[in-house]
DNA sequence: AAGGATAGCAACCGCACGCGG
DNA sequence: ACCGCGTGCGGTTGCTATCCT
């Protein structure tokens, strides 16, 4: 009943979906406001507090992505320039979807606005790749296999007292190329030289959209390199993220040189 | 003009991590 | 060592606006 009279307060597009008391869909000016002043009084963070202080009935994770995505101060309000599109791309690259990551490289832009612009503005690219989603379970299913082998044999060196050194040394990217060829026996001549072209590319330190102003004619290959790649490497970096995670100081190193499956 | 398709974006969800008790 | 809480993150959903036929 109470839910109810406050939903026709509020009002809600989303037919003002109620669970447990908390309110969702759409924020309201008078909710943006009650928000607003909690910051202003106490600061960011503690967000489950500001249903208790406050009178919002949002939740702590709500009320914390409404602050972060929309209501902050230091926002960028506008479209993504050429060239911070230029930054993404480039950082994209080296750190997969690590949007929080790339975020912090360009103030007033949150990780949610990047990871949109970025799922909107290329989604053609992802049709023409994703042809071969089926694909790349399969070698997702087939990784996470090798992964399991890998840290069983890892287990197993450690329980027999083998020198750590010895079990926890990295491959050299070649090997780690190699590692890929094997693992995807099934794999195209194409795929596997996106693989070279994306080892290359680390190795370099540079890809072609480094280039300061990719000429027209050469941009659509541009694009279709990054997203083709995108289909390996946006699995790839699954990896890279779970064993990574701590790691929030970007740097642009590790992707050179730490190999994938470690 | 109408209706379907697509783009853009706000918001939610589930999971993982860090930290303090 | 374990647990609960708060927070951060990436993926996904669903609504609205715009475009296209």
């Given amino acids: 009943m109470v839910c109810e009279i406050?939903?026709?307060?509020?009002?809600?597009?989303?037919?003002?979906?109620?669970?447990?008391?908390?309110?969702?869909?759409?924020?309201?000016?008078?909710?943006?406001?009650?928000?607003?002043?909690?910051?202003?009084?106490?600061?960011?963070?503690?967000?489950?507090s500001v249903a208790r202080l406050t009178?919002?009935?949002r939740n702590g994770k709500s009320c914390r992505l409404r602050w972060v995505n929309y209501l902050r101060p230091d926002l960028k309000r506008g479209q993504i320039t050429p060239h911070e599109?230029?930054?993404?791309?480039?950082?994209?690259?080296?750190?997969?979807?690590?949007?929080?990551?790339?975020?912090?490289?360009?103030p007033?832009?949150?990780?949610?606005?990047?990871?949109?612009?970025?799922?909107?503005?290329?989604k053609k690219k992802i049709k023409n790749s994703?042809?071969?989603?089926?694909?790349?379970?399969?070698?997702?299913?087939?990784?996470?296999?090798?992964?399991?082998?890998?840290?069983?044999?890892?287990?197993?060196?450690?329980?027999?007292?083998?020198?750590?050194k010895k079990v926890m040394s990295l491959p050299t990217m070649p090997q780690a190329k190699q590692e890929m060829t094997i693992l995807y026996p099934n794999n195209t001549i194409d795929q596997q030289d996106q693989v070279g072209f994306f080892y290359?590319?680390?190795?370099?330190?540079?890809?072609?959209?480094?280039?300061?102003?990719?000429?027209?004619?050469n941009e659509d290959i541009m694009w279709d390199d990054l997203w083709n790649l995108d289909d390996f490497y946006g699995h790839f970096m699954i990896n890279t993220t779970t064993y990574n995670k701590t790691n929030t100081t970007p740097c642009l190193q590790p992707m050179a040189t730490t190999p994938a499956f470690y």
């Fill in 200 to 217: 290359s590319s680390m190795l370099n330190n540079s890809t072609c959209i480094s280039q300061s102003e990719p000429s027209s004619s």
């Fill in 85 to 106: 599109e230029r930054i993404i791309l480039e950082l994209h690259a080296r750190w997969g979807n690590r949007w929080s990551t790339i975020a912090r490289s360009l």
């Fill in 108 to 122: 007033g832009r949150t990780d949610n606005e990047i990871k949109n612009y970025w799922r909107t503005h290329f």
């Fill in 130 to 164: 994703s042809d071969n989603v089926e694909k790349s379970r399969a070698r997702l299913w087939k990784r996470q296999q090798f992964q399991q082998q890998q840290q069983q044999q890892i287990n197993n060196q450690i329980n027999n007292q083998i020198d750590i």
């Fill in 55 to 57: 009178g919002l009935r």
């Fill in 6 to 48: 406050f939903s026709e307060q509020m009002g809600s597009s989303w037919g003002f979906i109620e669970e447990i008391g908390w309110r969702k869909g759409p924020w309201t000016s008078d909710e943006d406001r009650l928000l607003i002043e909690y910051v202003k009084l106490h600061g960011e963070g503690r967000w489950n």
